[in-house]
Every structure is written in C-alpha cells, then in structure tokens.
C-alpha cells in the first residue's frame, strides 16, 4: 500500500515545496497538487461530487501552476513522487503541456506523474474559448500528442484537434511520463 499527501487547498502556496519535503521525511510516497485553469466568480455547473452539486472550497482558494509547483517540491525532495491531481491539460495546447510535463520530469529525475481529467467546469472551458462537450475526446488526442512529443524524435501530427508539421520537443523526458486519469 502506498500513502500519498493531497496538497490541494493549501493557501500558503510559499510553503508547497516545505510540506513536500516533510512528506518524504515522514514516510509518503508521493504527494499530489491540483490544478484549476482559472476559476470564475459566477458558476452555475453543478460540482459533480457533492450530493448538492456545490463546490466544498472557496472559490478564492490558489491554483498554483502545478508543473511549476511540482518542480520546486522536486528541488526539495529526493525520493517522493509527484502527481498532478489533476491536470486540466485539455484546457492548454499539447506544446505548452508537453514542454511543463517534460521539464517537471527531467528537473525529478522521472519522478513525476501527469494525472489528467477532462474537467467539470463548463464556465472554466467557456473562458478558454474551448467546447465543453468535446472536452474528452479533446483531452484523448491531447494524451495522444504529448506522448508523441515526450519522444524527443521528429513526429507530426493530423487529427481533429491539433494539427502540425514535424516538430520536436527538447529536452524530453528520459524514461515515459505515466499519465493516471481521473473524473
């Protein structure tokens, strides 16, 4: 059995990388920091995992960049692994996610793992300028690109969502990114 830190909800964003580092002292195996694209001040979709639909946290509570987050935790820590919880990744474009995953990887000598969800929040998507309802298999190609990208070879890509010539993404990982999905 693993134990693992969630290190959503922590408004003292200053003190990520302290409380990774007392994690490991005392034994987690990883710890977990979520991620939010921006969160707007009128929503009406109803949270999906309460009975009542609302939200259980403030909606003022920060989202640090959580590859940013994570790369700081793994400055401080030698041994725990380090989880998105979760990663809105359909919210961005597959080069900007690639790149944050890949540096975050390098910079924990592979001790990171991307967990993703397609998301819940319409207005999130609405900002975005991103269909909601295409937001799964959005976020299925995206998984699809990225991995194509963290090979660190030439690959091009034609599919319903992105689209682009022979690119390659340096530096890349030096061992493959596990990607966890949750919802």
Known sequence: ??????????????????????????GFDGVAVPHRFIMPT????????????????PKDIPFPEPWVTIGAMAARTKRIRLVSNIYLMGLQDPFTAA????????????????????????EEFDIAGIDFNSRGRRLDEMIEVVRKL???????????????????????????????SGG
Request: charged content about 15%; hydrophobic content about 45%; aromatic content about 14%.
């Open 150 to 180: 963290w090979s660190g070879e030439p690959v091009s890509h034609e599919g319903t969502f992105f689209n682009f010539p022979e690119v390659i993404l340096s530096p890349a990982p030096t061992e493959p990114v596990p990607i966890w």
């Open 99 to 122: 790149r944050l995953v890949a540096t975050a990887s390098l910079l924990s000598s592979g001790r990171v793992v991307c967990g993703v969800s397609s998301g819940w929040l319409e």
């Open 1 to 26: 059995m693993e134990f693992w830190l969630n290190l959503g909800f922590v408004r003292e964003v200053e003190q990520l990388p302290a409380l990774a580092e007392a994690a490991e002292a005392c």
């Open 42 to 57: 009128q929503i009406e979709t109803k949270y999906p995992y309460t009975p009542d639909g609302s939200m259980f946290w």
